[in-house]
């Protein structure tokens, strides 16, 4: 069974460009997460989509949005890529439980972005 | 406000050794999860465990062993006998809750612990 896989694993960006990372989830997963991990921040959450529709969203500027398409495979993008958007951008997918915490979260291997 | 505490940054012993990864929450909820993960070089998250509010039975897993006290917030993890492939991050996570009663799998993480064993 294949795992979670993100495309690109690494891309290098200026400043005031824009990136869009993929996400293919695990074959029947109806949940895709999206985290940003920095050394400085950690893990922190920036958003949840459970088909097609956005579920929960963490506290991101609006320069982070997310989309999920109905096959489950999800892409997001920053827009005007800063500094601080330098990061390991993983997703992770699940079957979609209708409870809190049911799930077990499947990560991938990330995008690691640097912007320069 | 909900938080996960992993107040050890970084731990470093030698193979063979027993080590201990501290983990506290906060969280108003009757109802949770809490889960740890694991995080090598490779830089997938691997999941090791979950575990609910309502069943305070400490596992074990082989070399692994979880330790969870409602009384005092904490959900302990433990290596024995480690080996240097247990070389790692480990991160404590605890789920989100909502105010309007929906659904989500949106984690909690804890800054994570880095595990370093030693040959």
């Known amino acids: 069974k294949a795992g979670v896989t993100q495309t690109p694993r690494y891309l290098i960006k200026t400043r005031g460009q824009q990136v869009t990372l993929s996400c293919s989830p695990i074959?029947?997963?109806?949940?895709v997460s999206w985290y940003q991990q920095t050394p400085g921040q950690g893990l922190q959450f920036l958003f949840e989509?459970?088909?097609?529709?956005?579920?929960n969203k963490g506290n991101f500027p609006g320069r982070f949005s997310g989309r999920q398409f109905s096959n489950s495979r999800s892409e997001m993008n920053v827009s005007t890529l800063e500094l601080g958007d330098s990061a390991l951008y993983l997703c992770a997918s699940s079957s979609g439980g209708a409870r809190v915490g049911v799930d077990v979260l499947t990560f991938g291997a990330g995008s690691r972005l640097t912007v320069l | 406000a909900q938080k996960v505490t992993q107040a050890q940054t970084e731990i470093s012993v030698v193979e063979k050794e027993d080590v201990t990864l501290d983990c506290v929450y906060e969280?108003?909820?009757?109802?949770?999860?809490l889960f740890w993960y694991k995080q090598p070089p490779s830089g997938e998250l691997v999941f090791l465990i979950r575990r609910n509010s309502f069943d305070e039975q400490n596992e074990i897993s082989g070399r692994y062993s979880w330790n969870f006290q409602k009384s005092t917030s904490s959900f302990n993890f433990t290596i024995t006998a480690s080996q240097v492939v247990d070389s790692a991050v480990y991160f404590c996570?605890?789920?989100?809750?909502?105010?309007?009663?929906?659904?989500?799998?949106?984690?909690?993480f804890g800054t994570g612990t880095l595990l370093a064993v030693q040959p």
């Open positions: 969280t108003r909820d009757t109802t949770y999860y």
């Open positions: 989509y459970f088909s097609e529709t956005q579920r």
């Open positions: 074959s029947g997963h109806r949940s």
């Open positions: 996570a605890l789920t989100a809750s909502l105010n309007y009663g929906g659904a989500t799998n949106k984690l909690i």
